[in-house]
Nanobody
Framework: QVQLAESGGGLVQPGGSLRLTCAAS????????MGWYRQAPGQEREWVAH??????TDYTESVKGRFTISRDSKNTAFLRMDSLKPEDTGVYYC???????????WGQGTQVTVSS
């Protein structure tokens, strides 16, 4: 059973920074991509960013230039979030996409709150 352990959320003031970590374990397949979605209160889940196995990255428009996604060689992904805004508030869910399959595995979510 794939496990994704998330950490790094919290409360930060506007303009501040946070780094989310997503550690995937019990992976028995090739990973196509790792990334994050987020969900603000009362809103639908929104895709934020992903990093493919080859290292290429994509971001939703609202976070370009402020968020940076990376990954180490041990199936751990990181989302560095700078210049945070109140509208970045939400629960951030990391995911893993299995190569060759349209199957997602999800983390438990971590709360990010940007408020003064």
């Amino acid at each position: 059973q794939v496990q994704l352990a998330e950490s790094g959320g919290g409360l930060v003031q506007p303009g501040g920074s946070l780094r989310l970590t997503c550690a995937a374990s019990k992976i028995t397949f090739s990973i196509y991509a790792m990334g994050w979605y987020r969900q603000a209160p009362g809103q639908e889940r929104e895709w934020v960013a992903h990093i493919r196995s080859g290292g290429s990255t994509d971001y939703t428009e609202s976070v370009k230039g402020r968020f940076t996604i990376s990954r180490d060689s041990k199936n751990t992904a990181f989302l560095r979030m700078d210049s945070l805004k109140p509208e970045d508030t939400g629960v951030y869910y990391c995911y893993v996409v299995r190569a060759g399959w349209n199957s997602y595995h999800w983390g438990q979510g971590t709360q990010v709150t940007v408020s003064s």
